[in-house]
């Protein structure tokens, strides 16, 4: 992840064990199984508020954007152990019309925490000079992100997107990886499902980033199945998902942690000789 420079304590005055907790938090690689929120779900409102199985909660954009308008920030619904990972991974005219204006406004308002910036389209029947124009585009609004928050001094902690699918997108975006000191990076998943199931491009997709990127950890968004979490390398330690809770765990907390531990144990961070091909 990104570092930043200004301490929290010059933004945010006196820091409590809390603000020293989250602090901490929002530097670490939000390792294992992660829900993510969902509007107008008022049961896994309840199951989340409160609920100290949870420390990373995962919110799209637009959600959190919602929620912060109801309710002023992030934090006035979560507990004072919860720290938020927001995602701007979403629909490409949602993220076309993203102002500047609207991140800085998201931004204030959920520190501290995880926050994944978006932007560019490189997938799809795009010409390569058009999926480069995408990767351009990407970097573009991470470095403005990226120094924003450390302008601001605020206590958002950046993971990047890896964005490159192809071997040859990846060895564009190295030199630019090394640069900010990226180690880290998430995975966006849900675009492998919109028409069909692509599980075996995603594979070789987050295989190419292992290969020569060569990551800590991968964070894999909006993808919990066990068969298919198996399948990719031991660097993916982290996931985000919300689907598959409501199939097996029924929002019982019993339930969840039974679900959870086995996902991590035998799902998350295998061995990449015990992979089936």
């Known amino acids: 992840?990104?570092?930043?420079?200004?301490?929290?304590?010059?933004?945010?005055?006196?820091?409590?064990?809390?603000?020293?907790?989250?602090?901490?938090?929002i530097r670490q690689f939000p390792a294992g199984i992660i829900l993510r929120y969902e509007a107008d779900n008022d049961q896994l409102e309840e199951f989340i508020l409160g609920n100290t199985l949870i420390t990373?909660?995962?919110?799209?954009?637009?959600?959190?954007m919602e929620f912060i308008n109801e309710h002023g920030s992030l934090h006035a619904y979560l507990s004072d152990w919860q720290v938020p990972i927001v995602t701007a991974t979403e629909k490409d005219k949602i993220l076309k019309n993203r102002t500047r204006d609207d991140i800085r406004h998201l931004l204030e308002r959920i520190q501290p925490a995880i926050?994944?910036?978006?932007?560019?389209k490189v997938y799809g029947n795009n010409l390569e000079d058009q999926q480069r124009g995408g990767l351009r585009e990407y970097r573009i609004r991470v470095d403005w992100v990226v120094n924003e928050i450390e302008r601001q001094g605020w206590e958002i902690e950046v993971l990047p997107l890896a964005k490159a699918m192809e071997q040859w997108q990846f060895k564009e975006m190295l030199p630019w990886y090394r640069e900010h000191g990226f180690q880290n990076f998430a995975f966006y998943a849900r675009q492998y499902y919109t028409h069909g199931n692509r599980f075996n491009a995603m594979r070789e997709h987050t295989n190419n980033l292992v290969d020569l990127v060569d990551p800590e950890n991968v964070f894999?968004?909006?993808l919990h199945g066990k068969t298919h979490l198996r399948k990719l390398p031991s660097r993916v330690n982290g996931a985000s998902g919300l689907k598959q809770f409501i199939d097996n765990c029924d929002y019982d907390n019993e339930q969840f942690e039974q679900w959870r531990a086995d996902l991590e144990a035998n799902s998350l961070n295998t061995r990449d000789d015990l992979l089936e091909y």
Not at 16 to 23: C, G
Not at 115 to 120: S, T
């Open 220 to 222: 894999m968004i909006a």
């Open 56 to 64: 990373y909660v995962m919110f799209n954009f637009c959600d959190a």
């Open 115 to 120: 926050y994944v910036p978006d932007a560019g």
């Open 1 to 25: 992840m990104s570092s930043y420079s200004t301490s929290p304590s010059t933004s945010r005055g006196q820091q409590t064990r809390h603000d020293v907790a989250a602090s901490h938090l």
